[in-house]
């Protein structure tokens, strides 16, 4: 049952919303029509329906066909593709600059955490957030979010969550344990790599002690990492949660790479890698997926003197598993570089899966990400490709419900596209 229909029935309108409740949920709707990117092993459809019924996918085919008690949404001539998944964001966590108080993307140092692992953001989540809307009507349906800065070795848990209207709807917390070891990550840890690094090996070869240890407080410990901080990262260790790390340079993702030399069973995944091409062969014998901003071509800083935007392209082709994400709240802007990312190297249909199923793989998190039976209804209807600027989202679905093709920046729009010019621009709402 969704959020505000709960709420309304909290206030004596029970029969009302359950009737509206079990409408909207059991709802059966049949997408027909249109050129269907699955994202799964079913490939391209062209002229075909998804059915959904509950939430859920129950079938695409490759025809364009209805079934008794469905309704159709004629999709003719238009694009389907899973709902986009923002790879790397502070989506729930920032709001408009200057204006919100507190921004839960920075965390200032605490007595918690020694290291910052101990962090976790699915507490600070704010679905409320007006940066939302503004995301869902670009075709983005979920996001993976996370602290951007701690002032520590770590930047916190990340947190996967589904754009959805519900003011709680997590897929998956504690999703990710994220660290930067470029220049960036170099302040708040000695100013050198001599000392991150070794900070970085302290903490792993803590958890590992960690994991066989009773961590309670009657308990004494000595680490440098908070008892906090070893529980965060014992799952890291293990595998069970994926540890980002931010490098730029070729020597620092090489770094970065010898972590599944010394720690055989962590799950790691580059950000950024900048510099990924020149080591691409390296990245893809080791298995490790690369979530990287494609509209890097020129050194911003000295670890990223070999930027060129066929960094994606020449990754993908050494058969690394690339998504796109660039670590903001400005993620709807990513189908714009991953069309850049296609025009310079990146098959098309790769630069849809760094968009989609690609980061679902990357954060295992299956509902999402394609298309196929028993998977969560989020999709997009696209006016045509959605890589090309020129072409948007007609229709958002997540789990089978049209989401408004609404935001603050529209409605902004709005207000003042049509005004009466007797009175200030104040008196009109």
Wanted: hydrophobic residues 45%.
């Amino acid at each position: 049952m969704k959020t505000v229909i709960k709420h309304i029935c909290q206030l004596s309108l029970v029969a009302t919303c359950v009737s509206a409740s079990f409408s909207v949920m059991a709802e059966k709707i049949a997408i027909t029509g249109a050129q269907i990117y699955t994202m799964s092993a079913a490939g391209i459809i062209e002229n075909g329906t998804v059915l959904i019924d509950n939430g859920k996918i129950q079938q695409v085919l490759d025809n364009k066909r209805v079934p008794s008690g469905y309704r159709e949404i004629d999709a003719s001539g238009k694009v389907i593709t899973p709902g986009f998944v923002g790879a790397l964001t502070s989506l729930g966590l920032e709001e408009v600059s200057l204006s919100a108080g507190v921004v839960d993307a920075r965390v200032e140092p605490h007595a918690v955490s020694s290291v910052g692992a101990a962090y976790d953001v699915q507490y600070a989540i704010n679905k409320d957030s007006s940066l939302i809307p503004i995301t869902r009507v670009e075709g983005f349906t979920s996001a993976v979010t996370g602290i951007s800065r701690t002032d520590q070795l770590f930047e916190g848990q990340g947190a996967v969550i589904s754009l959805n209207n519900e003011l709680s709807s997590t897929l998956k917390a504690r999703a990710y344990v994220h660290v930067d070891v470029g220049n960036s990550g170099m302040h708040a840890n000695g100013e050198s790599r001599a000392a991150l690094w070794v900070a970085l090996n302290q903490s792993l070869d803590e958890a590992i002690f960690a994991s066989t240890h009773d961590l309670s407080p009657s308990q004494g410990w000595e680490g440098m990492i908070s008892r906090a901080d070893a529980k965060a990262l014992i799952p890291v260790i293990k595998g069970e949660t994926p540890l980002l790390v931010t490098a730029h340079r070729a020597g620092d993702i090489l770094q970065a790479l010898d972590i599944q030399s010394r720690y055989s069973d962590v799950k790691l995944v580059l950000v950024a890698a900048t510099e990924g091409w020149r080591v691409a062969a390296q990245i893809a014998e080791a298995n490790v997926p690369v979530i990287l901003n494609p509209e890097n071509n020129l050194p911003g800083d000295f670890d990223q003197l070999g930027s060129t935007m066929e960094n994606a392209g020449r990754l993908h082709k050494a058969g690394v598993k690339v998504a796109i994400g660039m670590e903001t709240h400005n993620i709807r802007l990513a189908a714009q570089h991953a069309g850049n990312a296609v025009a310079n190297g990146l098959p098309h249909n790769a630069g849809l899966a760094s968009l989609t199923s690609n980061v679902a793989s990357i954060f295992g998190v299956d509902e999402i990400g394609s298309l196929a039976p028993g998977k969560r209804a989020d999709l997009v209807v696209w006016s045509g490709d959605p890589l090309e600027v020129t072409e948007a989202a007609e229709l958002v679905m997540i789990e089978g419900e049209e989401i408004p093709m609404t935001s603050r920046q529209i409605q902004l729009r709005d207000r003042y596209l049509k005004r009466s010019t007797d009175k200030p621009v104040g008196y009109f709402r």
